[in-house]
């Protein structure tokens, strides 16, 4: 329902234009103009209180009056005409408003009230709304400008969306000199209603598009951007631009995770986790945007350069290299082969410089030998014109061979009035061609970053280490029973108690109040000792000389708790001293940090790195967002570049990757099952290759949420595992099956199912047998949006081996009003039961979601399913070769 009023909007027969003018340099004139100068074949009608006919076509004093069913209407007037102009436009049964109007959000109380009254106005009957404060949109194929800029986009496959009207407006303007096309062209203001989820779901079903280009300077629904991007990103490039890298969120906070942070980084963090590629300027916009839909995208980062002129190949080298790309290594035949053409100075090596007077030919024979090294992941060729250089002629051999290419390949041909030629022959060819290298490895590392995006997004996770069963309900008490007292700091004594609860490894301690139960402790937990003090006002220990290392008798021990608890008191008088903490000294190679804070855009947010005093001097850190699978918290590790200590490094031992990657698993789960955490620093956490473990951790509460039920998860932007559909049945075998939600590591076993299943049985789930199950197909069955989907595996035990014997998938529209419903048993299941009991559980979680109908395309001859869908209800339809079931809920 919703992506089809949008399709009403994007594709109207009749536009009504509220405020539509006849008198130059106003926006209702231009609005008016747009639409009829430019080929749209709907009807249009101005709506002018004051006029009769509006640039020749007749006019209507009201929307009301519009003798016409309207699709569309766009509103010019002032914005305290709005409300009462929306509430017409609902009687009148409009689809769809687009508001340009400004004097709403950014107008203070009086234009915030006027928003609200418009967005209630609106869901009360049920129209969307693009804007306000926007420039409109345009429909290039449709010769559709619903907008008052002064150019009309050229028609393409590009579906651009701007937050800024005016940007966009510079953006048409720049677009149509590079002859850059667009499919759709929407400026969406404020964002009173349609946001950047709806037209990435809208564009990623369309046709007519095969990128999507986003503008973005703020984001008011991450959990429906980041679903929508997730969906789509794989098959339909998207490419933000956002902007305001602001220091917001990084200024100095309770801890080091607080400072590390900063609102922009986290939105890094949010796009690499939703497949999506962030650039810098509009120009990396539109290059990638080009490349990513035409090229072949790279898989590492590793490029060849060819060049006529060494000075450029070193150029594009160092750029190369300094942004985190690598050049190729060709291999021995690769050199072999080229110096039987090339002339005897060549480079031999990568860049490959073929000299000043290089031919056509051997333009064309060097990179026909490099496309072949398997070293190389992308090729540039650089072109200076020279006096014996024929830059058009060898655009035209690249462009030949750029066909049987399976690598991206970039092009720069350097210089202005002896090289345009070429350089439009290449965009005939749908070739990248940039002025100058340094642009042209740029776009290559973009498209390789954005194709790593999608791998790691997709990645099969290994299995965690072993169970892992949390005791949260430890953790809920000792969190209520800290925020009823009126505290919502926890001292580090508690904080390491939350932490064990999760399985967190933390030192042997205890707590002494006296000087003489410091000395007894300390000999008790085995010197070395460490002592901190112990107060819930102190944050910062070490500020108020509240630690002492490396106590080695009682008799340091007793000095080392007096020195202590006199120098908080002084330092910090007000502060509640509860006594100090004695931990074992723990001597590890290896410090690191691993935070998490409550962002208020992406909610939870943990950061992994490098840690100890200098954190914030080295700021080796990497931010993801929670959940987190074995294969996500890998990747947050890579990123880090004490990864390469850890791993091991000039003969000293690695440390045991997998027990941080299971750390950083278990660390996910506490952020995501309690909201109450506001923040919380595990730094350092000391790491070699007999262990980890957390030697000092704050956390801090969220005061808001003191005596607030908030529902579970609620606090996050992506949803985690559902275990709550989780249950056991029993087979009419008599033996057990478990109904659970797929998970990505079950990978191997739906692919041992599909072994499992005859012709038949395939033809009837799929319509046609599938011989050989890819791994991108069980990717796509097995990571799954469970906001938008669920799919529910029967798990079956024969001896000591776990298999699925069946899988329900129900998958929902962006608005989850309807759901498509699949279902298969593998054969050696079947007659079992699993099928109706399968279904009845899917149905019950489409309730509980409040999706108003499921339906399924079955095939004719399927009897025995029909028969279990009739029997539940569902309404059969037939058409030409399939059957259509569905009911509504």
């Known amino acids: 329902m919703g992506l089809r009023k949008l399709d009403r909007i994007f594709n109207p027969d009749t536009i009504a234009v509220i405020g539509a003018s006849d008198t130059e340099g106003k926006v209702g004139y231009s609005l008016m103009s747009n639409l009829i100068s430019n080929g749209f074949k709907g009807t249009i009608y101005p709506v002018n209180i004051k006029r009769k006919s509006v640039q020749g076509v007749k006019a209507y004093p009201s929307i009301t009056e519009v003798p016409d069913k309207i699709d569309l209407a766009i509103i010019v007037t002032p914005a305290k005409t709005v409300p009462a102009i929306t509430e017409e436009c609902g009687k009148k049964g409009v689809i769809g408003l687009i508001i340009i109007s400004a004097g709403f959000k950014e107008a203070g109380d009086e234009g915030n009230r006027l928003f609200s009254q ?22 290039p194929k449709k010769r559709l400008n ?53 037209l990435i779901d809208y564009f990623g079903t369309d046709p007519d598009t095969n990128s999507i280009l986003i503008y973005m300077e703020s984001m008011d629904n991450a959990k429906r951007f980041i679903s929508a991007a997730r969906a789509f990103a794989r098959n339909k490039p998207i490419v933000v631009l956002k902007v305001g890298r602001s220091a917001e969120g990084s200024r100095a906070a309770m801890s080091h995770t607080g400072s590390l942070t900063g609102n922009d980084a986290v939105f890094d963090a949010a796009f690499k986790r939703a497949g999506v590629l962030r650039v810098n300027t509009i120009g990396e916009l539109f290059d990638a945007a080009k490349t990513l839909s035409a090229q072949e995208r790279p898989t590492g980062k590793r490029l060849a350069i060819i060049t006529n002129a060494g000075g450029p190949g070193v150029i594009a080298t160092d750029y190369l290299i300094e942004n985190g790309g690598e050049i190729a290594k060709l291999s021995k035949e690769t050199i072999e082969k080229l110096s039987k053409f090339l002339p005897e100075d ?9 000299l000043g007077d290089a031919t056509p030919e051997q333009y064309r024979k060097a990179l026909e030998i490099v496309m072949e090294d398997n070293n190389a992941d992308g090729i540039l060729i650089i072109l200076t014109p020279q006096a014996m250089t024929n830059p058009s002629e060898v655009a035209r051999q690249i462009s030949d061979m750029s066909n049987r290419s399976r690598k991206a390949i970039f092009t720069s041909w350097m210089g ?55 005791k949260t309900k430890k953790n809920k008490e000792l969190i209520h029973n800290i925020m009823d007292t009126g505290r919502f700091t926890l001292t580090e004594k508690e904080s390491k108690e939350l932490l064990a609860n999760y399985g967190i490894p933390i030192s042997k301690s205890s707590t002494a109040k006296t000087k003489e139960e410091a000395a007894k402790m300390s000999k008790k937990i085995g010197y070395p000792v460490a002592m901190k003090i112990l107060s819930p006002d102190i944050m910062h220990k070490t500020d108020v000389g509240g630690v002492e290392l490396y106590i080695e008798n009682d008799a340091d021990a007793r000095k080392a708790f007096q020195k202590i608890v006199s120098s908080a008191k002084k330092k910090a008088p007000k502060a509640k001293i509860d006594g100090v903490l004695i931990e074992k000294m723990e001597q590890k190679r290896y410090e690191l940090i691993i935070g998490g804070k409550k962002d208020q855009i992406f909610g939870p947010v943990i950061i992994f790195g490098m840690g100890g005093v200098a954190v914030e001097v080295f700021k080796d850190t990497t931010i993801g967002l929670p959940p987190l699978n074995m294969a996500l918290a890998m990747r947050m590790i890579k990123e880090t570049k004490i990864y390469q200590l850890l791993k091991g490094y000039r003969g000293m031992k690695g440390v045991d990757i997998t027990s941080i990657q299971f750390l950083l698993y278990k660390f996910a789960y506490l952020l995501m099952d309690f909201p109450e955490i506001k923040e919380i620093d595990i730094n350092p956490f000391g790491v070699d290759e007999k262990g980890g473990v957390v030697l000092d951790a704050k956390i801090a509460l969220d005061e808001s949420l003191k005596d607030r039920k908030i529902e579970p998860y609620s606090h996050m932007v992506i949803s985690p595992y559902p275990k709550e559909y989780i249950k056991k049945i029993a087979m009419r075998n008599g033996k057990p099956a478990l109904f659970r939600p797929i998970k990505p590591e079950d990978e191997e076993m739906e692919a041992e199912m599909f072994r499992q299943m005859s012709d038949e049985t395939q033809r009837y789930r799929f319509f046609q047998t599938i011989k050989n199950i890819t791994h991108d197909t069980l990717v796509r069955y097995t990571q799954i949006d469970y906001d938008r989907e669920i799919a529910i595996i029967a798990e079956v035990s024969e001896g000591k081996e776990k298999k699925m014997a069946g899988v329900a998938r129900l998958v929902a529209d962006p608005y989850n009003l309807n759901a498509e419903f699949a279902i298969v048993v593998a054969d050696p299941w079947q007659k079992q039961g699993i099928g109706g009991k399968l279904t009845d559980f899917i149905v019950d979680i489409a309730k509980k979601r409040k999706i108003r109908k499921i339906y399924i395309e079955l095939l004719p001859d399927n009897q025995r399913i029909i028969d279990m869908f009739r029997h539940r209800g569902f309404s059969m339809v037939k058409h030409q070769k399939i059957i259509g079931a569905e009911v509504e809920l």
């Open 146 to 198: 619903a907008s008052f800029a002064n150019k009309m986009a050229l028609p393409g496959r590009i579906a651009f969306i701007s937050q800024s009207g005016a940007l966009g407006t510079a953006i048409l303007d720049w677009s149509v000199k590079q002859n850059i096309g667009f499919s759709y062209f929407v400026s969406i203001g404020s964002m009173a209603d349609i946001g950047f989820n709806d």
């Open 416 to 470: 202005e009035h002896d090289i345009r030629e070429g350089r439009e022959i290449f965009k005939k060819a749908g070739i990248p061609t940039y002025k100058i290298p340094e642009t042209a490895v740029r776009c290559f590392l973009n498209m390789y970053m954005y194709s790593r995006n999608q791998e790691l997004l997709y990645e099969t996770p290994a299995s965690i280490p072993h169970a892992f069963e949390p």
């Open 118 to 139: 418009v967005i209630s106005i609106s869901k009360k009957y049920n129209m969307r709304i693009i804007g306000p404060n926007c420039l409109g949109f345009m429909r």
């Open 346 to 354: 060549w480079s031999h090596a990568n860049p490959v410089d073929i």
